[in-house]
């Protein structure tokens, strides 16, 4: 009889009980606490269900606004062989002003395929663009466009800022649009006047862009056009590029640029991807050490290769390597900079400032940039662009929310480097930047 | 007597082997694993397909609220769906598509790019990441197993074991529990490949007319008790229909 009962009970232990569930079981060890889950939402209101067919009428057209208050100090390098003394460009040690971005956008027709969108930028007093270059006042459109999106096709005409590449810093291939500041890429948005059209096919895409302005002043008035091709596969994405236009007033031909990029996973939560640029000519100014204004036959290449790592949400890290063949080589830069020593010793040479060009006094590149959100209020982003010649470029710039319309925001730029290097004879040796953007 | 005392163990062994889950599980319902699975995920990505859903997430940190997103969700099927941030007006036009499977793309309106980035990424700094909402149906890449029946608040339930088919998914093992009288999805619980527990996600479906859609989620932390975000489908438009064009990357730079 004992035997039996023990029996019993054992095969009522192995079985689990009938009214004894591993849930049950399970809660006496519960990891995530015996609170119900949705206890938060006491007396939120339920989910609304539209009706199928969403009503268009009354739709407010998207309205945006940014507002900058900032106010920088310069700690300004006077031992700058391009702006010796703080002579040639005369900056200001302390700045200030008012920056306002809007952006409207409305659809033209009930069935949401034509679309207008006007983004307006005006600054006020003295301020400055993302790599310390000090401006005035300044109003302008940076976008005005209408556009139509069928199933398979998209035009677009009007000013317009797109970009071109698949790489996060450097973007060789973006021919279309003025490169930008990679460790600072936000808020360059000037778009150019374009007819741009798109079709989408079972091969992939096709991008066609005619455009006026892109030969490096962007006042000129030569036709440009470009072409585009983009598929994906797998998990990889990839493009092709062609860039091209008329002459130069001066009878130049035109550079013309033929590139290729893609984007890939490479692991979970790493990106890898890659840019090469081809460019037929190379109109850039080179040095002789008597001071002589040289140049090169044939074309460069320019070409990026970075990773990416995803850190959650938004913080992110990624790291690239550029390598551009248009730079100077040591012996041609330091050609220049004695060049720069004697001419602007006492005067100034136009020519020659505008050859100190950013990312293009070395040929290698190195570029590191850690994105990083901390309690939901707090943004930490530190970047570190080094060059070929050891100088460096560091951007740290710490975010605060004030609260969902509000934020807070201070930024130190750092240029290091000897003087025979290109962060050395920045213009500036640290700019600190605060300020207040309020967002609606 | 032994006679009777035999029979009568028979009786109470056979009931207690019939409770054993994974016996009773099929003989009850006679459904394989991979049939409740898809039933469960049903209940989510059929109600989803070709819907616009206005939705919000609440981050809650130390038992706070510390964040809330607003998002409207453009769903067409498990693999095509684009998220675009409404609010707060800060992180306005930010965009997450995912255009096809293990194909995810962030949109940056400052700088006008758009960036790939990994399936195992959190959508906007909550526990979920972009998979858990994103992509519902797990039969592609899980392999199902019935682990038996169980009572989930007091409601029967089957519970699912789930292994990755690689590894290249973000979860190495899901444990899915689905209520038995409608194969409604009720809770998730997601596993590391190290075997770790990582995080749970409940859910419930208070719309009523909604075929049992779970509108409300929430996603708790198994590191820190206090951490955890809630995400509420807010407003529902069903039948919308939406161009191919709008879930490939190449769209985002347009609209």
Redesign the interface.
């Given at each position: 009889m004992k035997k039996s009962y023990a029996f019993l009970l054992a095969v009522w232990i192995l079985a689990g009980g009938p009214w004894l569930s591993v849930a049950d079981a399970a809660g006496a060890e519960e990891p995530f606490g015996a609170e119900d889950p949705f206890s938060v939402l006491e007396g939120a209101q339920g989910m609304q269900v539209d009706s199928p067919a969403p009503q268009k009428t009354g739709r407010k057209p998207e309205v945006r606004a940014e507002v900058f208050f900032k106010g920088y100090e310069a700690d300004i390098s006077n031992a700058s062989r391009i702006n010796p003394g703080n002579r040639i460009q005369d900056l200001k040690e302390f700045t200030g002003s008012v920056e306002t971005r809007m952006t409207v956008a409305d659809y033209l027709n009930r069935q949401e395929t034509v679309r207008w969108l006007f983004k307006g930028f005006a600054a006020g007093s003295n301020y400055h663009l993302a790599d310390g270059t000090p401006r005035n006042k300044e109003a302008r459109v940076d976008e005005l466009f209408v556009d139509w999106k069928g199933d398979d096709l998209f035009v677009s005409i009007g000013k317009r800022r797109i970009n071109w590449g698949h790489a996060r810093g450097f973007n060789p291939v973006n021919a279309v649009a003025p490169p930008r500041d990679p460790i600072n890429p936000n808020y360059q948005t000037e778009g150019r006047p374009m007819i741009w059209g798109s079709l989408r096919g079972a091969q992939g895409t096709v991008d066609v862009i005619l455009t006026r302005n892109y030969d490096g002043n962007w006042n000129s008035d030569q036709n440009r056009w470009g072409l585009k091709w983009g598929g994906a596969r797998g998990d990889t994405d990839y493009a092709l590029y062609y860039f091209d236009g008329a002459p130069y007033p001066d009878g130049r031909a035109y550079e013309r640029m033929a590139g290729a990029s893609f984007t890939a996973v490479a692991a979970p939560g790493i990106t890898l991807y890659m840019e090469a640029a081809g460019v037929e000519r190379n109109y850039r100014n080179y040095y002789a050490p008597n001071g002589g204004i040289q140049r090169k036959s044939g074309g460069f290449f320019q070409g990026v290769i970075g990773s990416s790592l995803d850190m959650g949400g938004k913080s992110g890290l990624f790291v690239e390597y550029f390598f551009n063949g248009q730079g100077y080589s040591g012996d041609e830069r330091i050609n220049y900079l004695q060049t720069a020593d004697a001419r602007l010793g006492n005067g100034s040479d136009k020519t020659l400032m505008e050859d100190f060009t950013a990312l293009a006094m070395n040929r290698s590149y190195i570029l590191a940039s850690l994105n990083k959100e901390f309690r939901e209020k707090y943004t930490f982003a530190l970047s570190v662009l080094m060059a070929g010649d050891s100088s460096s470029s560091t951007r740290a710039e710490v975010a605060y929310a004030l609260s969902d319309y509000y934020e807070a925001r201070m930024v130190y730029l750092y240029n290091a480097g000897g003087r025979d290097t290109e962060f050395g004879n920045s213009p500036y040796k640290g700019l600190f930047e605060i300020g207040i953007k309020a967002s609606f | 007597m032994k006679r009777i005392?035999l029979m009568a163990?028979l009786v109470?062994?056979g009931?207690?082997?019939?409770?054993?889950?994974r016996m009773s599980y099929a003989g009850d319902a006679g459904a394989s694993a991979l049939e409740i699975l898809d039933r469960a995920d049903d209940h989510w990505d059929l109600n989803l397909r070709n819907s616009?859903v206005e939705m919000e997430l609440?981050?809650?940190?130390e038992n706070e609220?510390?964040?809330?997103y607003k998002m409207n969700l453009r769903y067409q099927d498990n693999y095509h769906v684009l998220a675009e941030t409404t609010?707060?007006?800060?992180n306005?036009?930010e965009k997450m598509l995912q255009?096809?499977k293990?194909?995810y793309w962030l949109f940056l309106p400052?700088?006008?790019?758009a960036?790939?980035?990994?399936?195992?990424?959190?959508?906007?700094?909550?526990d979920f990441s972009n998979t858990d909402i994103l992509s519902p149906r797990l039969s592609a890449e899980y392999a199902p197993s019935i682990a038996?029946t169980?009572?989930?608040n007091g409601v029967e339930t089957y519970?699912l074991e789930l292994l990755a088919k690689s590894e290249?998914t973000?979860y190495a093992k899901i444990v899915y529990w689905v209520r038995k009288s409608d194969f409604a999805p009720l809770r998730r619980d997601y596993y590391t490949f190290s075997q770790q527990?990582l995080k749970?996600l409940?859910m419930?479906s208070?719309?009523k007319?909604?075929n049992g859609m779970p509108?409300?989620f929430?996603m708790?932390s198994?590191l820190e008790?206090d951490k955890?975000t809630?995400l509420?489908?807010?407003?529902?438009?069903?039948?919308?229909a939406y161009?191919?064009?709008t879930f490939?990357?190449?769209?985002l730079?347009?609209?």
């Open positions: - | 005392r163990m109470m062994a009931m207690a082997l019939a409770a054993t889950p616009l609440l981050v809650y940190r609220l510390r964040t809330t609010y707060p007006p800060r306005e036009g255009a096809g293990r194909n400052n700088i006008n790019k960036v790939k980035i990994s399936e195992s990424n959190s959508l906007s700094n909550s038996g169980e009572k989930l519970k290249d973000p527990l749970r409940d419930r208070a719309a007319g909604m509108d409300t929430v708790s198994v008790k955890k809630v509420r489908f807010l407003k529902y438009t069903p039948k919308v161009q191919e064009d490939s990357p190449g769209a730079m347009k609209r």
